[in-house]
């Protein structure tokens, strides 16, 4: 496929597993991180059980003229901004610059649904890929919902199926990938410490669907209004799905049934009544994944089956355990104010609220002017917790109190909630101040959850 090195730029998950399959398909690597402190051996051990790890070489530290002529093209992993120095001097040097995403899909040989958003998308793509592996058995769901592409893109065959969560950093630097059903569940402000600009990240967003055609779909939520809004620059077909309008075409709710109507004929899908998940956040993602499995050629009977089954996904509004009454929920995947607004409006009674962490650049305003409704204690931890507070307080919420850890916050929770209450960590920022991930956040919150006696 290349006739030079390809340059991977990232020792992480994204970074090994292109690596991987780049070597194992005969092509010379030079798998680079600027972090001098990374341990050369370690990382060199992931390809030890893989054919031609003799195709990669290992460069760490500062990226020289030397090692760009040798390559032709550089595959970035998705933490990493494309605005980084070492990036724009690659992108100088006349080398196209290729997203994890952009690399699998060169090896893709089967069909693709993609989905993005910014909520909702790691519930949607899970429903969507349990829906389609229920009609075929060759379905894999790969992408920002923690397992690469570029793992499995080179195994896929012609009657195939990749289900793909796409985030916005991976969708900067696609340039031909293009799925048959995509999908764009919502546009809120996020990322805006990478993108800079809304503007710039709702159109990253839209590049799910830049290389679509008539021939393709594109699933929209007619609820979201900056969602609708790009569906001018969109050439697929647009479908869209919505929770309050019925629509003239799309799916959409009508009393408690969801409905599909296109070319003026009706079918129903499922009785929302029928479904186990909390929220109507969660109506729009059961929206969303009928419309994509629909459009991806799934029978309804399927469709109504694998949705009335589910239960959801960890760290998204999961249950934990009731202690003394008081019922536990881990929302850890709450990582902006829009996302942790949904989880509050989703719980039915008063609620000590677990909140902060790492401050990507959000306005608080909106998520705290949820509290007086349903916010009984808001408990903060992480390097947003002064801000949030200063937010709070302008806003008329006094009732804050701020941790030094996410254990000190349970506890107490723990001492003060009573019968009737609900915990919800749900803390609207991200995790990297305080933990690796939002995964190892919310494993913690439950862990020292389920040690509470009663």
Not at 254 to 269: A, F, P, Q, T, W
Request: one cysteine or more.
């Amino acid at each position: 496929m290349f006739e030079k090195k390809v340059l991977v730029a990232g020792c992480g998950k994204s970074g090994i597993s292109a690596s991987a399959l780049l070597a194992r398909n005969g092509e010379k690597v030079i798998l680079f991180d600027e972090n001098e402190s990374i341990d050369k051996t370690k990382i060199l051990a992931h390809f030890d059980e893989i054919s031609g790890k003799e195709n990669i070489e290992l460069h760490i530290g500062k990226l020289t003229d030397e090692v760009i002529e040798q390559c032709e093209l550089m595959v970035i992993s998705p933490g990493i901004p494309v605005d980084k120095e070492f990036a724009l001097k690659v992108k100088n040097a006349g080398l196209n610059v290729w997203s994890e995403i952009e690399l699998a899909y060169h090896y893709e040989k089967g069909t693709v649904a993609a989905i993005t958003g910014t909520n909702g998308k790691t519930t949607t793509t899970t429903l969507v890929g349990e829906i389609i592996k229920a009609y075929n058995n060759k379905t894999i769901v790969v992408g920002n919902i923690g397992i690469p592409y570029t793992g499995l893109a080179d195994k896929t065959e012609t009657d195939s199926v990749t289900v793909a969560e796409i985030s916005s950093f991976q969708l900067e630097t696609i340039i031909d990938f293009k799925p048959k059903v995509s999908a764009i569940l919502n546009v809120t402000p996020d990322h805006l410490d990478r993108h800079y600009t809304f503007e710039n990240y709702a159109k990253c967003k839209q590049d799910i669907c830049k290389n679509q055609t008539e021939a393709e779909y594109a699933v929209l939520n007619y609820d979201d209004p900056e969602t609708v809004k790009l569906a001018e620059g969109i050439n697929a077909k647009i479908i869209y799905f919505s929770r309050t309008t019925k629509l003239e075409s799309g799916v959409y709710v009508d009393r408690e049934d969801v409905l599909i109507k296109e070319e003026g004929m009706v079918k129903k899908v499922l009785s929302l009544k029928d479904i186990k998940l909390l929220g109507t956040h969660n109506v729009e993602n059961v929206l969303a994944a009928v419309a994509v499995t629909y459009y991806m050629g799934v029978p309804i009977d399927i469709i109504e089956k694998v949705c009335t089954e589910f239960q959801g996904v960890e760290h998204r509004i999961e249950y934990v355990k009731t202690v003394n009454g008081v019922a536990y929920y881990n929302d850890s995947k709450g990582t902006n104010p829009d996302a942790a607004i949904k989880a509050i409006k989703a719980m039915t009674t008063t609620t000590f609220l677990i909140g902060g962490g790492y401050d990507k650049g959000a306005s608080f305003d909106e998520w705290v002017e949820q509290f007086p409704a349903k916010v009984k204690y808001l408990v903060l931890i992480g390097k947003t917790a002064p801000l949030i507070e200063l937010c709070a307080k302008q806003h008329g919420f006094y009732s804050i109190v701020t941790m030094d850890t996410l254990e000190e916050a349970v506890e107490f929770c723990y001492k003060n909630a009573r019968p009737g209450d609900a915990v919800l960590l749900s803390p609207a920022c991200a995790s990297w101040d305080m933990f690796k991930s939002y995964e190892q956040r919310g494993d913690l919150f439950k862990e020292y959850v389920r040690n509470l006696e009663e």
